[in-house]
């Protein structure tokens, strides 16, 4: 099998055209050439005949003024004897006058005989000349052209030899006229002289007689041989031309159905499983594009199962890897609450000792509210961690349902008391309904306590101002069921669907008004079914919304004392007034079936309508009136044929046929040019443009009819062809698309599992972010206000209380340098910046000018090898690796605290593959043992924070590094300092443009 398709490569490979004459063979030419080339045969024998007619009526029409010119001549010089005639006689002055005013033809004539016989003639004297001869303006420059381009033929000759000879004998009858005027004017002559003069006249005239019929006779001798000679040049050339074409026609006719006989034959074998026979059509038409396009299907057929194997395997390997992927974003999840309790503890511990007095002075009423809102929002920052924390374990699976004896009438109302002073600052009323008054059951505390606390929480910060709030709990056969209904701003059916679902907020994160994780409603569905129930929301917007929780809750049997103190019960928000943020919601013709579709595009309505009612009869037509909208009823309508004009507004005729052929669905149509242009290089666009054929304006009905049916014709039978062959196309393409349909089947639930977890990431991404954008305003509270007690109050407090303050500041500032490396962890994972050519020197530079600070502070010297090439990397991630870097050598050498300072070292190493980078210090230096684990999220050589660090750095560093495609290391030995390593490669195995 592999030596067969081979063979058929090769075959076709061969028959790909390789010189200039294998593309002028007329078997490789695609079919509207080869049509186009009969057309272009039997169109010159038309021109021909057109020019050939042309051509002999001007030179009759010449010879025709010729002859008119000869009989003014002729009559001009009778008149002139009969004028000097009388003159002779009756020596009236008159006589003369008339005389020379008839003798301005034949002198206007003479003019003319000498310009013709000049070598270079003057054509515009030759046409002043014989207009002056009273010749026709139109028909001057055909005379002149006759006698200078035919004095080759006698007949031409022998007529100018007779015009010269009249020509000679007019110079005597005006010498003789001179004579008889200088003898009236003189004295009156005898009869006898008078006699001599009319005798003379008498032989003049009756030489220029002859000679006048002889230039008319040997004209009209000329005429009639060279219609002759052109009749016999117009009968040759059209019977060789037509021969030309038959044949043209017949070989055409002949080449293209053996083509189709063979490719039906192999496309018949093809259908039945047999693809070992190769396609023998070695011609570079559509038959044999489609012949070819047969024996890659194929060729590729066992290709295309292989790759589907292999796709298989990659999209398993792909869905481990997600797998991985989640269980990491679980984990860090969950160390991230855990990393933020930390800080979060050291602001609310010495802020609790101030507000019950246990230190630190006595607190003034100022200075306590202060306090209290610090305390607040701290307490808010606690409740969010307290949420990630729950996300993170129901995302793992750890959390679990632990119930125990509860009276749950006591719960609720101590959590509805901690809100009071929420509702007050909003003067939000709020009532509680509890049915039985006493509800000793079993439950899980800390869930209930979770579920009650989101609704509330959620309830109060959508309800304006003056708004209500109501709580119901009821209980029956060990059935519990909890709502919570508010006045707020409700909720639109449409975004209903959406509540529950994690990470998801009803406002853009842009421009949202309420702040918040998106977690809350989740969190309530997820704990609900942990309770063996479930949640309902009746909301309408602008009406309120009414949330119901129902859950399983088995009553106790016998009269249990309860297990835990409601008083052990740790309060979810305190007694102190919340700094609310709230803000009020403000409220065509008939179609005839069986004939074919022809567009008409013209931007002139008359002859547009013209055209149309000279198709519908055999056409169905639609118009257009511009190019634009024509494409667009192409597209709509798909017509057999385009008959469009050349020049019309917004789209021109050439650009619409360039916009046809150019769409695939579109490029069969054949498009027919209607134009005045009848020059080359106007006819040479439309072909070019793609066009089928011309039409010349004006044009004949006939001959618009002929082209249309020859045309239509001509696309029916093709269109009839490639039916068949694509129909035998479409049979192989279905019995390849079951085999994969078989192969797609079995990776089915691989891809829905990918699908899943990449929306997943997604989402832990945008909430990654949209959590550490939350939590910085409760703590830029905190801070702002320790700021204002060490300014305004710094003198009240005594040494504890200074010191419980300089807590509250050191855990805001850990808190807010956490929570910007997470936001740095977030960007890593959702900003994609382009890859570009970075100079590395110059980023190297900007990064140190930021540092400018901490190297002052610690006397370190930093080194930069001189020449480090460019690379291509993502700019901004690149800088937050050498930014991380070299903060984190200044961190660890300032620790040793060398009296001379200490140098940081930035080198480079090229290799074959990719590029290395190291930072070296003289720090303290990295025990072996902990090499591993310097990469780890969080984790840090000094548990003390002794370093304040947050241990994000190198973290940041390793992913940024892998996303490169590169990986990074530690070389360090304990006192002898640290260096880094890391890599780039030099062709980025996915670069981003």
């Known amino acids: 099998m592999p030596q067969k398709k081979a063979g058929s490569s090769n075959h076709y490979a061969a028959a790909q055209p390789q010189h200039l004459s294998d593309y002028l063979r007329l078997s490789n030419l695609l079919i509207p050439q080869k049509l186009g080339l009969i057309i272009a045969i039997f169109t010159l024998i038309i021109c021909g005949l057109l020019l050939v007619s042309s051509f002999g009526m001007g030179i009759l029409s010449d010879v025709r003024a010729y002859v008119a010119g000869e009989g003014l001549w002729s009559k001009a010089q009778k008149q002139v004897v009969y004028d000097l005639t009388r003159y002779a006689i009756y020596h009236q002055d008159v006589d003369y006058q008339k005389y020379l005013s008839n003798l301005q033809i034949p002198l206007g004539d003479r003019k003319a005989l000498i310009e013709l016989?000049?070598?270079?003639?003057?054509?515009?004297?030759l046409d002043a000349a014989f207009v002056e001869g009273q010749n026709h303006p139109s028909d001057v420059r055909g005379m002149g052209y006759l006698i200078k381009r035919f004095f080759f033929i006698s007949y031409i000759r022998d007529a100018l030899i007779a015009w010269k000879k009249a020509d000679r004998l007019l110079d005597e009858l005006?010498?003789?006229?001179?004579?008889?005027?200088?003898?009236?004017?003189?004295?009156?002559?005898s009869d006898q002289d008078t006699a001599q003069f009319l005798a003379r006249l008498d032989e003049i005239n009756n030489q220029l007689t002859p000679l006048e019929n002889l230039f008319s006779y040997r004209l009209g001798e000329g005429a009639r041989w060279l219609r002759y000679v052109l009749t016999c040049l117009m009968?040759?050339?059209?019977?060789?031309?037509?021969?030309?074409?038959?044949?043209?026609?017949?070989?055409?006719?002949?080449?293209?159905?053996?083509?189709?006989?063979?490719?039906?034959?192999?496309?018949?074998?093809?259908?039945?499983?047999?693809?070992?026979?190769?396609?023998?059509?070695?011609?570079w038409d559509?038959?044999?594009?489609?012949?070819?396009?047969?024996?890659?299907?194929?060729?590729?057929?066992?290709?295309?199962?292989?790759?589907?194997?292999?796709?298989?395997?990659?999209?398993?390997?792909?869905?481990q890897k997600l797998v991985e992927t989640e269980k990491m974003k679980d984990a860090f999840l969950a160390t991230v609450s855990h990393e933020l309790r930390t800080p979060l503890t050291l602001v609310l511990t010495p802020l609790e000792s101030l507000l019950i007095g246990n230190g630190g002075g006595n607190v003034s009423d100022d200075q306590r509210r202060v306090l209290e809102i610090m305390h607040n929002n701290a307490i808010r920052l606690l409740q969010m961690v307290t949420g990630l924390l729950d996300f993170s374990k129901l995302g793992a699976g750890q959390m679990e349902v632990h119930r125990e004896p509860t009276d749950l009438a006591v719960v609720t109302r101590s959590i509805l008391a901690d809100f009071g002073a929420m509702l007050s600052q909003k003067q939000l009323s709020s009532g509680l309904t509890i049915h039985p008054p006493e509800m000793d059951v079993l439950m899980d505390r800390y869930l209930y306590e979770r579920i009650l606390f989101n609704l509330l929480s959620n309830a109060v910060k959508f309800t304006p101002q003056g708004g209500r709030i109501d709580v119901a709990?009821?209980?029956?056969?060990?059935?519990?069921?909890?709502?919570?209904?508010?006045?707020?701003?409700?909720?639109?059916?449409?975004?209903?669907?959406?509540?529950?679902?994690?990470?998801?907020?009803?406002?853009?994160?842009?421009?949202?008004?309420?702040e918040g994780t998106g977690l809350g409603l989740a969190l309530v569905k997820e704990f609900a079914v942990l309770l063996g129930g479930s949640v309902a929301v009746v909301s309408r917007a602008g009406a309120g919304t009414t949330f119901t929780v129902d859950c399983a809750a088995p009553a106790i049997k016998g009269h249990e004392v309860r297990a835990m103190a409601l008083s052990s019960r740790r309060r979810l928000l305190q007694q102190y007034p919340m700094n609310s943020r709230g803000t009020a919601i403000?409220?065509?013709?008939?179609?005839?079936?069986?004939?074919?579709?022809?567009?008409?595009?013209?931007?002139?309505?008359?002859?547009?309508?013209?055209?149309?009612?000279?198709?519908?009869d055999i056409a169905?037509?639609?118009?257009?009136?511009?190019?634009?909208?024509?494409?667009a009823l192409a597209r709509d309508w798909s017509p057999n044929l385009v008959l469009s004009d050349v020049m019309m507004p917004k789209l021109d005729g050439l650009s619409l046929c360039r916009a046809i052929k150019a769409d695939s669905n579109l490029a069969h149509i054949p498009v027919i040019l209607l134009t005045a242009l009848t020059h080359r290089e106007a006819l040479l666009k439309g072909w070019e443009a793609g066009a089928d054929e011309y039409l010349m304006k004006p044009f004949h009905p006939t001959e618009l009819l002929t082209r249309v049916k020859s045309v239509l014709a001509g696309s029916h039978e093709r269109q009839k062809t490639l039916s068949i062959l694509q129909e035998s196309r479409h049979q192989l393409e279905l019995r390849v698309l079951e085999r994969t349909a078989e192969l797609l089947e079995s990776n089915k639930s691989l891809i829905q599992q990918k699908r899943d977890l990449e929306k997943v990431n997604l989402e832990l991404d945008s909430f990654v972010y949209t959590a550490s954008h939350d939590l910085r305003a409760p703590l830029r509270a905190i801070a702002s206000f320790a700021e204002v007690l060490r300014e305004k109050h710094d003198g009240q407090l005594d040494e504890q209380g200074r010191t419980y303050l300089s807590r509250i500041e050191s855990g805001a500032v850990r808190m807010g340098k956490l929570i910007d490396d997470l936001m740095s962890v977030s960007r890593l994972t959702r900003i994609q910046n382009p890859y570009e050519s970075v100079s590395v020197k110059g980023l190297l530079d900007s990064v140190v000018q930021r540092l400018d600070l901490d190297v002052e502070e610690s006397h370190v010297r930093i080194e930069i090898q001189p020449e480090i090439p460019a690379i291509v990397c993502d700019r901004i991630k690149m800088a937050e690796v050498f930014l991380n870097l070299i903060s984190n050598a200044i961190k660890f050498s300032r620790i040793k605290n060398a009296p001379q300072g200490f140098k940081i070292e930035i080198g480079y190493h090229g290799r074959e593959t990719d590029h290395e980078f190291y930072v070296k210090d003289e720090g303290i230096g990295i025990d072996q043992r902990y090499h591993h684990r310097m990469f780890d999220i969080f984790w840090q050589l000094d548990p003390s924070h002794a370093m304040k660090g947050t241990g994000v750095g190198l973290s940041i560093v390793k992913r940024v590094i892998e996303e490169h495609g590169g990986r990074v290391w530690v070389e360090s030995k304990i006192?002898?300092?640290?260096?880094?390593?890391?890599?780039?490669?030099?062709?980025?195995?996915?670069?981003r443009t």
């Open 117 to 125: 016989e000049k070598h270079d003639t003057d054509y515009k004297k």
């Open 174 to 189: 005006i010498d003789l006229g001179e004579s008889i005027r200088r003898e009236v004017l003189s004295n009156s002559p």
């Open 235 to 283: 009968l040759g050339a059209t019977g060789l031309l037509l021969l030309l074409g038959i044949l043209v026609a017949i070989s055409i006719a002949r080449h293209l159905i053996s083509e189709i006989h063979r490719l039906r034959q192999a496309a018949a074998k093809i259908a039945a499983g047999d693809f070992s026979q190769p396609i023998d059509i070695t011609s």
């Open 286 to 319: 559509e038959v044999g594009d489609l012949a070819r396009s047969f024996q890659q299907m194929a060729d590729q057929r066992e290709r295309a199962e292989k790759m589907l194997g292999e796709r298989a395997n990659e999209l398993s390997a792909a869905n």
């Open 473 to 514: 709990l009821t209980w029956q056969n060990d059935h519990l069921s909890l709502s919570v209904a508010d006045t707020g701003i409700g909720i639109s059916e449409e975004n209903q669907k959406y509540l529950f679902e994690k990470f998801k907020q009803l406002e853009e994160t842009s421009t949202r008004r309420f």
């Open 586 to 616: 403000p409220k065509t013709e008939a179609k005839k079936s069986g004939l074919p579709k022809l567009l008409i595009a013209e931007d002139n309505p008359e002859l547009a309508a013209y055209v149309a009612a000279q198709i519908q």
């Open 620 to 631: 169905e037509v639609k118009i257009a009136r511009d190019g634009e909208e024509a494409l």
């Open 975 to 991: 006192g002898e300092g640290a260096t880094f390593y890391f890599t780039i490669p030099r062709k980025p195995a996915q670069s």
